[in-house]
């Protein structure tokens, strides 16, 4: 299903729906660019006395350059934070139509509740072969781990890198063991990070077997009326129920957004794997 000859020929007859809007996209894009960012300058500065981290740091210019880059990722990274929390607020406060609590607990909420456990056991079962595939809606249980994972992570990376970045003026208000501390923290939960996103993601959202080798639709934003149903079955009844499956549909995905998905996709499975290797390889080297 997601062979670009395949999308392709099937892109006339399909029936195609918007999944997610232009600025969900963007605010992805801001995460892939900013986060790769981060790890190619940050983890040579963990690994400083690594053979391959000299050398990352010279490509990127020298010790100082990466300071550079990494800070600038860093703004990134608080700019689609921020823009986030603004676009959530807004959501709630003018765009949902459901009542807040039953908005906070239902499909359209990153919020996990006793479905996601429920989806949890139901899905180890079907890997054991004792149940069927669980049926998910909108927000899978994993997708949600996933969200608050970024959403933790930012929140400890980020307070912490501003510690670091001007410990003079913090330091007017915190005692000095706090930047032992924060030091501690913005390493370890950055490598966390690290090797979260380039295994455990990557997997879930790109090399599981029915998405392999790639997975268009955070791209794009669209996905075919098959995989809507097959992956999502809940989401697809409701939006049927609710006569809104209509407004959701869209065109196919052009050659040109396929071809740019591939080159950004693929791009960021070069650097993750290279880098997760390399992580793997000063842990290993560390330990003995």
Known sequence: MN????????????RWYLRFAYYHRFLHALIIVSFLGLVLTGMPLKYSEAGWARVFAQFLGGIQTAGYIHRVCGVIT?????????????YILRIREE???????GPNSMVPWVKDLEDVIGHFRWFLGFAERPKFDRFTYWEKFD?????????????SGLFLWFPVFFSK??????FNVAIILHSDEALLAAGFIFTI???????????????????????????????????YARLVETGKL???????????????????????????????????????????
């Open 173 to 178: 208000f915190l005692p000095g063991w706090m």
């Open 246 to 288: 209509e407004s959701l549909r869209t065109t196919a995905p052009t050659k040109v957004s396929l071809v740019w998905s591939r080159v950004v996709g693929f791009t960021a499975y070069g650097i993750g794997l290279i880098m997760i290797l390399f992580i793997i390889y000063s842990a290993l080297r560390e330990i003995h």
């Open 147 to 159: 969200y608050f994972a970024v959403f933790w992570g930012v929140g400890i990376i980020g307070v």
């Open 201 to 235: 993601h990557f997997f879930n959202t790109h090399l599981r077997p029915e998405k392999f080798p790639l997975d268009y639709v955070i791209f794009t934003g669209r996905l075919t009326e098959e995989e809507l149903i097959h992956e999502r079955p809940l989401e």
């Open 3 to 14: 062979d670009l000859n395949q999308v392709e020929s099937v892109g006339g007859e399909e």
């Open 78 to 90: 608080f700019i689609y934070f921020i823009g986030h929390l603004a676009f959530a607020l807004y």
């Open 99 to 105: 009542p807040l609590l039953k908005w906070f607990f």
